[in-house]
């Protein structure tokens, strides 16, 4: 069974800003996706999020060809009334977090990579970096 897992915003932009030294990990994990080993999940959160953040590193036209070429190694899940109803309610001290895990939990993924495990300390699924996914956990 291939593994679905839900990524945090931080993983996708170590790949398409290749930041150091998380590139390597982000890389490995794309390169799984696209040879069908691991299906891979992200809010429309995280677009919106990405084209900011790469838009202050490269051109806009540059960001969005990014993010179009990237789009096709992941599942676009919606941010829902329901997902901002229960982050708002939540324990988390950063929303966007909370709107991060309450669209995984919402889609029924047991799994979210991100580099701030620290954020997530309350979740009620597994939570790890994609270095200690990749490395069989």
């Not at 982000?26 to 069908?36: N, P, T």
């Not at 969005?64 to 329901?82: G, H, I, N, Q």
């Not at 889609?107 to 939570?127: F, M, P």
């Amino acid at each position: 069974m291939i593994d679905e897992v839900f990524l945090d915003t931080d993983i996708v932009l170590d790949l398409l800003a290749r930041r150091e030294p998380f590139y390597s990990f982000a890389a490995d994990l794309f390169s799984k996706a696209d040879q069908g080993k691991v299906k891979l999940f992200v809010s429309s959160l995280t677009f919106a999020n990405l084209n900011y953040l790469l838009s202050k590193q490269y051109s806009s036209e540059q960001a969005r060809k990014a993010l179009l070429k990237f789009k096709t190694l992941v599942t676009v899940l919606a941010v829902t009334d329901k997902i901002v109803e229960l982050a708002l309610s939540s324990d988390f001290r950063d929303f966007e977090d909370g709107l991060q895990y309450y669209t995984a939990t919402e889609h029924q993924l047991k799994l979210i990579l991100t580099r701030n495990l620290n954020d997530y300390k309350t979740a009620e699924i597994i939570v790890m970096t994609a270095e200690q996914y990749l490395s069989g956990r």
